[in-house]
């Protein structure tokens, strides 16, 4: 089991940056694909960027190399640095690990996923981005 907590949320005006990160505990070994959702209001949940456990990254096409997502200083930390912040990626973040993703599927979360299919079972309670003038 892992257990996932996200933080650095927050408020910033368009063209800003935001740095979310998201600390697991528990089996953190066992977390074969991790990564980083957002669900705006009104809207299904979506991948935004993802990390294998060979350190591999995957990124949803509207982040157009505007985010990117890292490994912490500590290894059980995931980070997703968010650039060039735009009204569009107002939602609210979440961090989600499918703890046995077969090699070479954990891409498909960051373009495929739309609120179902998968094997998300961790996922953390979310931080709220909000980007406005």
């Known amino acids: 089991q892992v257990q996932l907590k996200e933080s650095g949320g927050g408020s910033v005006q368009p063209g800003g940056s935001l740095r979310l990160s998201c600390t697991a505990s528990?089996?953190?070994?066992?977390?074969?694909?991790m990564g980083w959702f957002r669900q705006a209001p009104g809207k299904e949940r979506e991948g935004v960027a993802v990390?294998?456990?060979?350190?591999?990254?995957a990124y949803a096409d509207f982040v157009k190399g505007r985010f990117t997502v890292s490994r912490g200083n500590a290894k059980n930390t995931l980070d997703l640095q968010m650039n060039a912040l735009s009204p569009e990626d107002t939602a609210m973040y979440y961090c989600?690990?499918?703890?046995?993703?077969?090699?070479?599927?954990?891409?498909?979360?960051?373009?495929?996923?739309?609120?179902?299919?998968?094997?998300?079972?961790?996922w953390g309670q979310g931080t709220l981005v909000t980007v406005s003038s």
């Open positions: 990390m294998d456990i060979n350190g591999s990254p």
């Open positions: 989600a690990a499918d703890l046995s993703a077969p090699p070479g599927t954990c891409a498909w979360y960051a373009t495929n996923y739309y609120g179902s299919g998968g094997n998300l079972g961790e």
């Open positions: 528990g089996s953190t070994q066992s977390s074969a694909c």
